[in-house]
């Protein structure tokens, strides 16, 4: 079957009548011939699982199935005889609510366990990508140092979404072919994790896991818990970098890391996952040991704590470069080219855990005491979240990526 499938592109252009290059940020539509089974040919791994949260509200993740040795999860789209009879919205938005992340688990609160809180699975990947890149050159904000066109202040990005990149291309004198050509081969690794399964669309999905997180909703651990919940792995590197991801095998590992949460950051309690979570639907969990379930969690975490310090050190030394007085001038602009480069769908990364100690180092040198680098979280917080995201670097396997690998220089 033969879909329509609105993406994001990013690419240095200049535009008639400017003087200065600009990232532009305009939609595409990309057609993509989707494969189709049935059901029979596919084994459900995992069925829907039902929880409770803290409110009384049930949350749901529909089955998973695997086909090909692939994992895929549900979306909330339908087709009948060729076409798309809902859900056609979440093909039809490139940016959506740009800058704003959603989590990207599955979750219903009316019982029907199809409806995704984020509602552009498909095109979010991109648009982190994207993001990530004006973070690391601070321009991602709406004042001068952003030189996006159409400009982009924030989500949604209506004036991103309308200009497609077919009517940008009039518009402007020269546009980077390499940027455009990176553009597309994101847009066909999107598109190639899409599979029919009895006129129903699915997604290859990241493994399901189990999240230990510590954010400090009120900034006072005390009056706060540590809570676990069940939820795919997030696809990006953004996230509340005080969580932990375990892998569904992990189960008793990430029970023991919440309780030692608890007592290590003085919290007030563990709101675990019910006991009929873990005898209900762990048992049925098959193919533990299948590489598409399997991740190492210590180094998951490592590498998401060094990216979110990496991005947070390139936008500040940007915005206040007399604070890196004492940072070696060639090692920030190695970084920003590494940023430059850094795209993980096209399995380009970066090992943001190698240099885990030095960013840790500099992001606290330069990190005043009310920091808004991270807003989500206090600054206490951070501090401990970063201690403890180091001491993960004694768990874990031999890195195998190589790009930026060198540790940071200071004098």
């Not at 077919?166 to 072919?177: H, I, K, L, P, Y």
């Not at 940027?179 to 006129?199: N, P, S, Y």
């Amino acid at each position: 079957m033969q879909l329509s499938i609105k993406f994001p592109v990013m690419a240095r252009a200049l535009v008639r009548g400017a003087r200065l290059e600009s990232r532009m940020l305009v939609s595409h539509i990309h057609k993509v011939e989707v494969p189709s089974v049935s059901a029979w040919e596919t084994e459900v791994p995992i069925r829907t699982v039902v929880t409770r949260n803290e409110l009384g509200l049930f949350r749901g993740m529909r089955e998973l199935r695997m086909h090909d040795g692939k994992v895929y999860r549900h979306l909330a789209i339908q087709t009948r005889l060729g076409q798309v009879t809902q859900g056609a919205a979440m093909l039809n938005e490139a940016f959506g609510d740009f800058g704003m992340r959603r989590e990207d688990y599955i979750v219903s609160a009316n019982g029907r366990f199809d409806v995704t809180s984020d509602v552009n699975p498909l095109s979010k990947p991109i648009r982190m990508v994207i993001e990530d890149r004006l973070d690391a050159m601070a321009m991602n904000l709406a004042d001068g140092r952003n030189r996006t066109w159409p400009k982009l202040v924030g989500g949604p990005a209506y004036d991103n979404e309308n200009l497609t990149l077919e009517a940008a291309m009039d518009q402007v004198q020269e546009v980077n072919r390499d940027d455009l050509e990176e553009a597309f081969a994101m847009h066909r690794a999107q598109a190639d994790r899409l599979l029919l399964i009895d006129g129903e669309l699915w997604y290859q999905t990241t493994p399901p896991c189990i999240a230990v997180e510590t954010w400090w909703r009120d900034g006072v651990a005390k009056n706060a818990s540590v809570h676990v919940r069940y939820r795919h792995l997030p696809e990006g590197m953004d996230h509340a970098i005080t969580t932990t991801y375990y892998p569904l095998s992990a189960f008793a590992e990430a029970k023991d890391a919440a309780r030692e949460m608890r007592a290590r950051l003085r919290m007030a309690d563990v709101r675990m996952l019910t006991d009929a979570f873990e005898k209900d639907n762990l048992p049925t969990f098959k193919h533990a040991d299948h590489p598409a379930f399997r991740f190492d969690q210590s180094e998951d975490f490592a590498q998401r704590t060094g990216h979110a310090l990496a991005v947070n050190i390139l936008r500040t030394a940007i915005q206040r470069p007399e604070k890196f007085g004492d940072v070696d001038g060639g090692w920030l602009p190695e970084l920003a080219a590494a940023f430059a480069t850094f795209n993980p769908l096209l399995g380009r990364d970066i090992d943001f855990a190698s240099r885990l100690p030095a960013l840790a180092e500099t992001f606290l040198a330069v990190s005043p005491y009310k920091s808004s680098a991270l807003a989500m979280l206090s600054y206490r917080q951070l501090r401990k979240a970063i201690e403890y995201a180091v001491e993960q670097l004694d768990n874990m396997p031999i890195s195998v990526h190589g790009l930026a690998a060198a540790q940071a220089r200071r004098i």
